[in-house]
């Protein structure tokens, strides 16, 4: 149990601070295919880090590409919460930063396949 606190700890400060890295390499090209692709960011980080992490935390079970996929829908929906659900955005607390609920998503689906 510890090693996934543990896990879901590094995947939230590296999916957090990554995303920013990788997305810069691509060009904008509206709102809805950023979304998009920072959801696909959010997803690959998520997925990568726990892989990572099985090989180094006890007890973190190797994910396979179901879990990849898995991530990659919850991020998915999370951005489409952002885009498509404005009533979302109003009702989240001003301190909440909006950014945060496709990286939640994938953490979520990750979590789901492990």
Same mark, same amino acid.
């Given at each position: 149990?510890?090693?996934?606190?543990?896990?879901?700890?590094?995947?939230?400060?590296?999916?957090?601070?990554?995303?920013?890295?990788?997305?810069?390499?691509?060009?904008?090209?509206?709102?809805?295919?950023?979304?998009?692709?920072?959801?696909?960011?959010?997803? &690959?980080?998520?997925?990568?880090?726990? +892989?990572? *992490?099985?090989?180094?935390?006890?007890? !973190? $079970? #190797?994910?396979g590409t179901s879990t990849l996929v898995s991530a990659l829908v919850g991020?998915?929906?999370?951005?489409?919460?952002i885009l498509f659900v404005p009533e979302v955005l109003q009702a989240l607390?001003?301190? &909440?930063?909006?950014?945060?609920?496709? +990286?939640? *998503?994938?953490?979520?689906?990750?979590? !789901? $396949? #492990?």
């Amino acid at each position: 149990m510890l090693g996934y606190i543990v896990l879901i700890a590094l995947q939230i400060i590296i999916g957090w601070f990554g995303k920013d890295v990788i997305a810069a390499q691509i060009p904008n090209q509206g709102a809805l295919i950023d979304g998009i692709v920072d959801a696909t960011c959010f997803a &690959v980080i998520v997925w990568l880090v726990g +892989l990572i *992490g099985s090989l180094v935390l006890k007890a !973190v $079970r #190797r994910p396979g590409t179901s879990t990849l996929v898995s991530a990659l829908v919850g991020a998915l929906i999370g951005a489409a919460i952002i885009l498509f659900v404005p009533e979302v955005l109003q009702a989240l607390p001003a301190q &909440v930063n909006p950014g945060f609920i496709p +990286l939640a *998503g994938a953490i979520l689906g990750y979590l !789901v $396949r #492990r």
